[in-house]
């Protein structure tokens, strides 16, 4: 193999190959650079090139991330080509906002892995006319990714900071998320019976207020179990009763009450 320059460390000759025979001589060089530098237009599209940095990024998470790992429902995966990642990390970690992993978004929370979202997300089976319940607003982005989706959210944060941040942002984005400070072991009573559930902080056992609050047919998506390796499950009520089914082990920050408490 000729063409090797992974190969080459230090002090190591690297083979450019044809490259270097293609670059004009040094005086064409200056005066090209002069050139561009005078007509490089000032402060300008440094943010539109990030912008496109970012959407190429997205794309790549979807097809790398979340295609190929088989979430194949269109909607979702237009919703997950949709949502400015970015905007819903801080900004130091934007860098970082499409690669696959979680990110910390403050207060000792995060943000979901991209994949994980998009698989919550295609398991209640998302529909225009649905009223979706989202315990755990986080940084917000799951509640955008199902406003994309679906007709309304209700989504309840406990960590007052966090809540008040995300529905800042989500309020100008999508008026159909709708945010409440609060534990969200209880559920949304007022506004019950929601068509789906999504829970992304996990409790020992499925919370009875939500079990109560999901309409007939409806399907909830929570991380169940005591440990920092839970079951991400779907359950479906079928004649008031939840049938489930396990996914796959997933790590989801515990769900706690007002007092920190573990549920
Ligand atoms: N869905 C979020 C990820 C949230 S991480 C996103 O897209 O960014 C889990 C969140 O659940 C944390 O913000 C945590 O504060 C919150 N949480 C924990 N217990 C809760 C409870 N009882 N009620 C509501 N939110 C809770």
């Not at 979807?62 to 919703?79: K, N, T, Y």
């Not at 994309?148 to 159909?176: H, M, Q, T």
């Not at 506004?191 to 559930?197: N, Q, R, V």
Request: glycine share 10%.
């Amino acid at each position: 193999m000729k063409r090797s320059l992974d190969k080459g460390g230090f002090g190591t000759p690297v083979d450019l190959g044809f490259c270097v025979s293609r670059l004009p001589g040094k005086p064409v060089l200056a005066f090209i650079l002069v050139f561009c530098c005078l007509f490089l237009p000032v402060g300008s599209p440094a943010a539109d090139t990030t912008e496109e940095a970012y959407a190429a990024q997205r794309e790549n998470m979807v097809a790398r991330q979340i295609e190929d790992r088989g979430i194949s429902d269109p909607g979702v995966l237009g919703a997950m080509r949709a949502v400015k990642r970015h905007e819903f990390v801080p900004e130091s970690l934007r860098g970082s906002a499409y690669a696959d992993h979680p990110l910390p978004i403050g207060e000792g929370q995060t943000i979901s892995q991209p994949y994980i979202v998009a698989l919550m997300t295609e398991g209640i089976r998302p529909k225009p006319h649905m009223k979706v319940l989202e315990i755990g607003t986080g940084s917000g982005y799951q509640a955008a990714i199902l406003a994309e989706l679906c007709e309304s959210v209700y989504s309840i944060e406990i960590v007052e900071s966090l809540g008040r941040r995300a529905e800042k942002l989500l309020r100008g984005l999508y008026p159909n998320v709708h945010v409440r400070i609060g534990d969200g072991y209880q559920g949304w009573r007022e506004e019950a019976p929601f068509d789906a559930i999504l829970v992304t902080c996990a409790p020992a056992k499925v919370p009875r207020p939500l079990e109560e609050q999901l309409r007939e047919g409806g399907r909830m998506v929570i991380p169940v179990g005591e440990s920092w390796v839970q079951e991400l499950v779907v359950l479906t009520k079928r004649n008031g009763r939840l049938e489930r089914q396990e996914i796959i082990p997933v790590r989801f920050v515990p769900m706690v009450d007002a007092k920190g408490r573990k549920y």
